[in-house]
Structures are given as C-alpha cells and as structure tokens.
C-alpha cells in the first residue's frame, strides 16, 4: 500500500526567508500524482502544487516549488520569500493515475510552518 | 473558479439530535467527498460520490448518512452521533472521480461539528 511520511512535525522560519518541508512517499507504481496542500488556521485546504511523476521537470508556481526525485521517492516543497501568510500546516498527497486500484487522495501526516516576523 | 461552499461553518448538537451538512459546488465536477478531520491530523476520507452514485464507503458508521442529491450537491445527515464524533468536516469535489492528475480535489472551508 502506498504510503506518505512528512518526518517534520514542526517547523519556524523567518518572514522573508526560504524554507523546505520534505515529504516522502512509498509506491510501487511508476506513474502516479502528487499534490502538496496547505491549511491555515482558517481551516480551509488550498491546493498549492502538484506534480505528474512521469515529468522530470519540477513544478513551480510563483513563490512555491518543488524538488521532485522519482528514484529517491522524494517530493519536498520550497517557499521562498515566506510571508506572515504561509502559515499553516501543510500536507503532501499521493494519487494513483487515472483508473487505479483507489481513486484517493493519501495524505502524510502534515508540518506545522510558523512564518516568524 | 474554484468554490467549494459548505454550511453551516458551525454546528453544535446533543446525541439525539438529527441534523444535516451540506456542499455545494458549480464548476461541473461530476465527483464530491466527505471527509473527516482531527485537530492536527490528516484528513480522513469517509465517502465519495461519482456521477451521483455512491462509489466508496469507507466503513463509516451508519449514524453518517451521506446524500447527493444532484451533481453540485452534497449532504451528510447526522443521527445519533457520539461525541467522539466532533470534528472538522470538509467537502470535496473533483472533476471525474477516478484519480489522476486532472481529477485534483478542491475543498471547501469545513463544518466544525460539535457533538455534545
């Protein structure tokens, strides 16, 4: 079964500052999805980024990116200029494609990022 | 537009009460989700929905009574919940319902479900 372990339960950054939360995942399938998804204390899932695994080229959008290793099983999530706003727990998330075993969405267990002023 | 609306933000109800959550979605997606979230933990899918029929259950108490009346609505009838039971509820919807890159789940804010 596929698995998703976040190892940071907590992390703290400084306005302005870059941070990496790392996210890594277990499968057995050589095409597959993953998402990375934040919550504020607002409550509400945001999608942030997702990546298709058979594309080598790593996903970006805007102040968000990601590091995508296939062969390590690695799918971290960088932040660059971090905003007071980025706080939030995040979650990484795997999917198998289209027509698999299980249409769900597998959750890690999330990191807690405080943006500092 | 990428809206996913549930109601009420809020509810509080004993164990012997009957009451309901909805979702609501217009962007066409032909699949919706009921999830249920512990503070700090991951949310835990309950049911979902595809092209209006119930697609997966996952084994969820028969006080959880989820209703999709039309593709753009989603209910979850409550009856004789425990306390246990209080949680954050999110709704989700998704383009298809059968996975893959283009079947991304967009959430709505959640009903935060007190059970007294």
Redesign the interface.
């Not at chain 1, 999917?95 to 698999?100: F, I, K, L, T």
């Not at chain 2, 700090?40 to 949310?43: E, L, Y």
């Given at each position: 079964a596929q698995t998703v372990t976040q190892s940071q339960p907590e992390m703290s950054v400084q306005e302005a500052e870059t941070v990496t939360l790392s996210c890594t995942y277990d499968t057995s399938e050589s095409n597959y999805?993953l998402?990375w998804?934040k919550q504020p204390p607002?409550?509400?899932?945001?999608?942030v980024i997702?990546q298709?695994a058979y594309k080598q080229q790593n996903a970006t959008e805007n102040r968000f990116s990601v590091n995508f290793q296939k062969a390590a099983k690695s799918f971290s999530l960088k932040i660059s200029d971090s905003q007071l706003g980025d706080t939030a727990?995040y979650?990484c998330a795997f999917?198998?494609?289209?027509?698999?075993a299980?249409?769900?969405?597998i959750?890690?267990?999330?990191t807690?990022l405080a943006v500092q002023p | 537009d990428?809206e996913v609306t549930q109601t009420p933000k809020h509810l509080v109800m004993g164990m012997t009460n009957k009451k309901s959550l909805k979702c609501e979605q217009h962007m066409g997606h032909r699949a919706m989700y009921w999830y249920k979230q512990k503070a700090?933990?991951?949310?835990e899918?309950m049911f979902?929905y595809s092209y209006e029929k119930l697609s997966?259950n996952e084994s969820v108490p028969s006080r959880f009574s989820p209703e999709c009346p039309n593709s753009s609505l989603l209910n979850l009838h409550l009856h004789a919940l425990q306390p246990e039971d209080s949680a954050?509820y999110?709704c989700?919807s998704s383009p298809?319902?059968?996975?893959?890159?283009?079947?991304?789940?967009?959430?709505?804010?959640?009903t935060?479900l007190t059970v007294l």
């Open positions: 999805y998402f998804y607002s409550r509400q899932m945001i999608l997702r298709e727990m979650f999917m198998e494609p289209y027509g698999g299980t249409n769900k969405l959750f890690g267990t999330g807690l | 990428t700090k933990k991951p949310p899918l979902v997966i954050l999110l989700a298809q319902g059968g996975g893959g890159f283009t079947d991304t789940q967009y959430f709505g804010p959640g935060r």
